[in-house]
Nanobody, 116 residues
Framework: EVRLVESGGGLVQAGGSLRLSCAAS????????IGWFRQAPGKEREGVSC????????FYVDSVKGRFTISSDNAKNTVYLQMNSLKPEDTAVYYC?????????WGKGTQVSVSS
């Protein structure tokens, strides 16, 4: 069974930092890209960042470039999202995602709230 469990969210002031974790199980972790998405109240879910562990290629949406860093610990089957210089507009529920054979799998999400 594919399982993704996010953690690390919380409430921080603008300019602060958080590190999110996505612990994965039930699939060949090294063989699939894993992404972070977020959904703010009243808005559609958007892709934030992803990493392909086969070649180390990473992607960031423009709004987080230079502030967020995605990384992977293959020994722990965990992907991290280091978020620095947080802004109130980063407030959202953050989800990790893996797509396997045209099926999308999601975790339950972790809430990130940034106060001004």
């Amino acid at each position: 069974e594919v399982r993704l469990v996010e953690s690390g969210g919380g409430l921080v002031q603008a300019g602060g930092s958080l590190r999110l974790s996505c612990a994965a199980s039930g699939f060949a972790f090294d063989d699939y890209a894993i992404g972070w998405f977020r959904q703010a109240p009243g808005k559609e879910r958007e892709g934030v960042s992803c990493i392909d562990k086969r070649d180390g290629i990473t992607f960031y949406v423009d709004s987080v470039k230079g502030r967020f860093t995605i990384s992977s610990d293959n020994a722990k089957n965990t992907v991290y999202l280091q978020m620095n210089s947080l802004k109130p507009e980063d407030t959202a529920v953050y989800y990790c995602n893996v797509r396997i054979n045209q099926d999308n799998y999601w975790g339950k999400g972790t809430q990130v709230s940034v106060s001004s």
